[in-house]
Nanobody, 122 residues
């Protein structure tokens, strides 16, 4: 199976920057796409960005130009560099690993971390 552990959240002022990380453990060779999602209080979880095994990146419109997703496959770690942060970026940020096309694991294709809280103050 795959376990994901996020780190790097915290409190930051609007306009500031922050980097969060997500380290993968277990059957990491099975990981295809990795992604960041976020869930603000009282809202649905939303997709933020994703990066494929070969490094192709996609971003949600609200974060384009401000957030950068990257991954270090040697370290089994996913990153999200966030800049020009806004109060509306406040949320719990989750990483997700997707094994579709690589492995059929007993617990399915999607694996989630526990999340890391980011609060952006005005």
């Amino acid at each position: 199976q795959i376990q994901l552990e996020e780190s790097g959240g915290g409190l930051v002022r609007a306009g500031g920057s922050l980097r969060v990380s997500c380290e993968a453990f277990g059957e990491t060779v099975c990981i295809a796409t990795m992604a960041w999602y976020r869930q603000a209080p009282g809202k649905e979880r939303e997709w933020v960005a994703e990066i494929s095994r070969d490094g192709s990146r996609k971003y949600a419109d609200p974060v384009k130009g401000r957030f950068t997703i990257s991954r270090d496959n040697a370290k089994n770690t996913l990153y999200l560099e966030m800049s020009s942060l806004k109060p509306e970026d406040t949320a719990v940020y989750y990483c997700k690993a997707d094994t579709r096309g690589i492995c059929d694991l007993p617990l399915g294709y999607d694996f989630w971390g526990q999340g890391t809280q980011i609060i952006v103050s005005k």
